[in-house]
């Protein structure tokens, strides 16, 4: 195989290496298919990106292991049977490529940790937990049956040719006068919410097979519906010699059925629910208006204006220091502070996304520290900006055609401080969370406290780059400078605006739904609680 041209720095093997181990990503990650139904919009994309990002990660690391060491495919390759393509000639970023796509059943190790990539992403996807999630919190919450959905109810009845008139007579949205007939209406009311959707018709498209088995399922419970009211009016009208227990036969079977029936109904609301809803706090509110006392908090959303303030704040920064410390061109000074403060931004938002995806990161759910989303944080932006940061590295030469002295593994070091800013912040983040106020101390010592942390792996950074030999042109005391700015310019303002969105987001008044009102933090198990005692009140 001939080698194939570069155009400027960029090395077209690299762009087709990343295009095919993404595309492969893009598509291993809807294993198995129904995963888009068992997440919300957000979440789904979300992780799906990561897993690419991580994957196309995975693949620099790799193309760098390979090329430092050839004889490294022997080594993963175990299948003694089948042995390896003649791979003389290729490029390394297309053998890398090929060994994370359709090579990849012949190394076990790399499909082994493939595997577990994908697994983490589907968890943190809540793949495939998220729909019976989303149902057991249904199960527990109290139903109330108004009467506009009693209405549509009558309506759908009348408009229905499967389902006959007469059952508009068994409809009782009051638990306390017949409790078996109250869940066949609450089933009724929950099918009759399905139909109407507007989002039913795409889902009925792409999961056909599931909503023709669920209809079908359905109209055989109506069936036994009507069976079962015949025979329980005609025992109520003429009472006959074992009458009475064949009713009580009926009624014990009919009520297994509906308690089966409202299982189903829950999982395939909830599946429909997440497949078009773009995040739970969405999934909460259409759920209240159907009629389930489930309130979630208002979301804390990903403050675009801080943030691009911040971002420019980094690159003032950037092109203040060089001005005072160094005597580099402008020009790339501007360059390192767009690339540097994309890093920095990426840290924030993975430091404040998990808090808004997944229940265990945040700290309104439990009563310690999520110190495992912290590191999660952390983890997520490496295996995000290192692939960015590579892409910018690749761009720089074609843009700024200057002489660069640093390799990509060397420059890479310096991903460590965007790293531990998204741990740092995300910690800060629940600093005095749960009171109703900040201490007055509190920004400054964020602040100083994360600038400090950040200049001091800047020196870290600097004193590891002089332990491998790169010599260094500037002041060292350029990187800790910046550092020290950055992380006092994040620390002041990411932490303090999430504790007060989240504040604000706590006194958000309750609806009037019902008498009973039930705040139910998406995954948080004491909501269930909460609304037993408030219906025994």
């Not at 609450?186 to 599931?210: H, K, Q």
């Not at 790169?470 to 910046?482: E, G, L, N, T, Y």
Request: with cysteine; net charge neutral; aromatic share 10%.
């Amino acid at each position: 195989m001939q080698y194939l041209p570069s155009f400027g720095s960029i090395d077209a093997n690299q762009v087709i290496a990343a295009l095919l181990v993404a595309y492969y990503a893009f598509h291993r990650f809807d294993t198995p298919r129904n995963t888009r139904s068992q997440t919300s919009w957000f979440q789904y994309w979300g992780s799906r990106i990561s897993y690419v990002v991580s994957c196309l990660g995975l693949l620099l690391g790799l193309t760098w292991a390979i090329g430092k060491n050839p004889k490294l495919l022997e080594l993963l390759h175990s299948d003694t049977q089948n042995a390896l393509p003649d791979m003389n000639g290729i490029e390394t970023p297309l053998v890398a490529a090929l060994v994370m796509t359709t090579l990849l059943p012949a190394f076990p190790g790399l499909r082994e940790l493939d595997e577990r990539i994908l697994s983490l992403f589907h968890k943190l996807g809540a793949i495939p937990f998220g729909a019976m999630r989303w149902a057991q919190q249904m199960k527990d919450a109290p139903f109330r049956i108004s009467d506009s959905l009693m209405a549509e109810m009558v309506n759908y009845i009348d408009n229905t040719a499967a389902l006959p008139g007469r059952l508009v007579t068994e409809l009782h949205p009051d638990p306390q006068s017949d409790k078996l007939r109250f869940k066949f209406t609450r089933n009724l009311a929950l099918y009759v919410a399905i139909s109407t959707m507007r989002s039913r018709a795409r889902f009925a498209n792409e999961y056909s097979d599931d909503m023709t088995a669920f209809d079908k399922a359905l109209m055989g419970f109506f069936a036994h519906a009507v069976g079962y009211f015949a025979l329980a009016a005609q025992v109520a009208s003429g009472p006959s010699s074992g009458g009475t227990e064949t009713l009580r036969d009926a009624s014990d079977r009919f009520h297994e059925l509906t308690l089966q029936t409202y299982e189903e109904l829950r999982i395939m609301l909830a599946r429909i629910l997440l497949y078009s809803c773009r995040g739970e706090h969405e999934v909460a509110g259409r759920l209240h208006e159907i009629g389930f006392a489930i309130c979630a908090p208002k979301p804390v959303r990903i403050p675009g204006n801080q943030l691009a303030l911040d971002l420019l704040g980094v690159m003032v920064i950037f092109v203040c220091v060089g001005s005072l410390f160094g005597r580099g061109r402008p020009d790339i000074a501007l360059w390192l502070g767009m690339t540097v403060a994309l890093n920095y931004c990426i840290a924030v938002l993975f430091a404040v996304l998990p808090k808004q995806i997944w229940s265990f990161a945040d700290i309104r759910c439990s009563n310690e520290r999520p110190v495992l989303s912290y590191l999660l944080s952390a983890v997520l932006t490496f295996t995000t900006i290192l692939p960015v940061s590579f892409a910018f590295y690749r761009l720089r030469a074609a843009v700024l055609p200057i002489p660069w002295h640093l390799t990509f593994a060397q420059q890479s070091l310096w991903l460590l401080l965007p790293t531990v800013m998204a741990l740092v912040i995300a910690f800060a983040c629940d600093n005095y969370a749960q009171r109703q106020a900040d201490p007055p101390w509190l920004t400054w010592a964020e602040a100083l406290g994360i600038g400090g942390i950040i200049a001091f792996c800047g020196f870290l950074v600097n004193h590891m780059q002089e332990q491998i030999g790169v010599s260094h042109q500037r002041p060292v005391m350029i990187p800790i400078v910046i550092g020290a700015s950055m992380g006092a310019l994040f620390g002041s303002t990411i932490p303090r605006w999430y504790r007060r969105t989240l504040r604000q987001a706590g006194t958000t008044p309750a609806s009037d739904m019902s008498d009973v009102t039930l705040s139910l933090v998406p995954g948080n198990p004491a909501g269930a609680a909460a609304a037993q005692a408030g219906l025994a009140d």
